[in-house]
C-alpha cells in the first residue's frame, strides 16, 4: 500500500470509530483540510474499496473500514513502543475489578477467569450501548457468546499470552465478523481476561490500557 493510502485509510478509520458512520471523501477533505485535491482522495478511496480495505454499506454511501483495514491497525498496536501509563487503573486490585473497569472503559463484554476456573463477567448493557449493536440479531448473538465463554473458560485460562483477533480470526468462537477480542494473561497473578467489542474500536487506545491492566497483576 502506497504511503498516501496508507494516511488517508488511517485518518479515515480513526474518524469512523468516532462518528459510527459511513466517511465520504468530501467529509476527510473538509474536516483536515488534506494537502490532496478532492479527486485524489475520491481515487485514492476508490482504489483501497477495490483491494477490500473498505466497503459501502450502500451504493451510494460513504465508506465503511473492513476487518482487513482493522487488521493493519492492530498490527501497528501491538507493535507500537510502550510510552507513559495513563494510570486510570493503579486503584485496582482483583480480577472482578479489572473486568469491570475494561468493561466501562472500552464499552465491551468483559470476562475473567482464574486459576480455580472461577468465572467473572461484566459489560453487557455497555456493550449494548454501543451504536453498533442494538438489533434483535445482536441479542441473540449475545447469547451464543456468554455461553461459549463460560464453556471455554478453561481453555481460556490455559492459553497464555495476549493477542487481539479482529473478526472471525478468533479460535474460540466464529459467530460473528462483527466482534474483535482483545486476550491476555496477567503478568504475576493467575488470572486472564477477554474483552469483546466492536471491531469499530480505537484499537491503540484500548490495547494500551489493556496491556496495563494486565500488568498491574
Not at 169 to 192: I, T, V
Request: proline share 5%.
Amino acid at each position: 500500500m502506497q504511503q498516501r493510502q496508507k494516511e488517508i485509510l488511517s485518518i479515515l478509520i480513526e474518524d469512523y470509530v468516532k462518528e459510527a458512520k459511513p466517511i465520504s471523501s468530501g467529509f476527510l477533505v473538509r474536516r483536515h483540510q488534506l494537502d490532496y485535491s478532492p479527486a485524489t482522495v475520491r481515487n485514492e478511496l476508490a482504489e483501497l474499496l477495490d483491494n477490500g480495505y473498505l466497503k459501502k454499506i450502500y451504493f451510494s454511501s460513504g465508506n465503511v473500514p473492513t476487518n482487513k483495514a482493522y487488521r493493519l491497525v492492530v498490527e501497528e498496536a501491538l507493535n507500537e513502543p510502550d510510552k507513559q501509563p495513563q494510570k486510570k487503573h493503579q486503584e485496582l486490585s482483583s480480577l472482578p475489578e479489572a473486568v469491570s473497569f475494561l468493561a466501562k472503559e472500552f464499552g465491551s463484554l468483559t470476562a475473567g477467569v482464574d486459576s480455580e476456573f472461577n468465572f467473572f463477567l461484566d459489560g453487557v448493557d455497555e456493550l449494548f450501548g454501543q451504536p453498533d449493536f442494538f438489533t434483535r440479531d445482536h441479542y441473540l448473538l449475545l447469547g451464543g457468546l456468554v455461553e461459549c465463554l463460560q464453556e471455554l473458560k478453561k481453555d481460556f485460562f490455559r492459553k497464555r499470552g495476549n493477542a487481539i483477533f479482529v473478526g472471525k480470526e478468533n479460535p474460540f468462537w466464529n459467530g460473528s465478523d462483527e466482534l474483535s477480542w482483545f486476550f491476555g494473561s496477567a503478568r504475576k497473578a493467575s488470572f486472564s481476561i477477554v474483552a469483546i467489542g466492536p471491531t469499530r474500536m480505537p484499537y491503540k487506545k484500548n490495547w494500551k490500557i489493556f496491556c496495563e491492566v494486565l500488568n498491574e497483576f
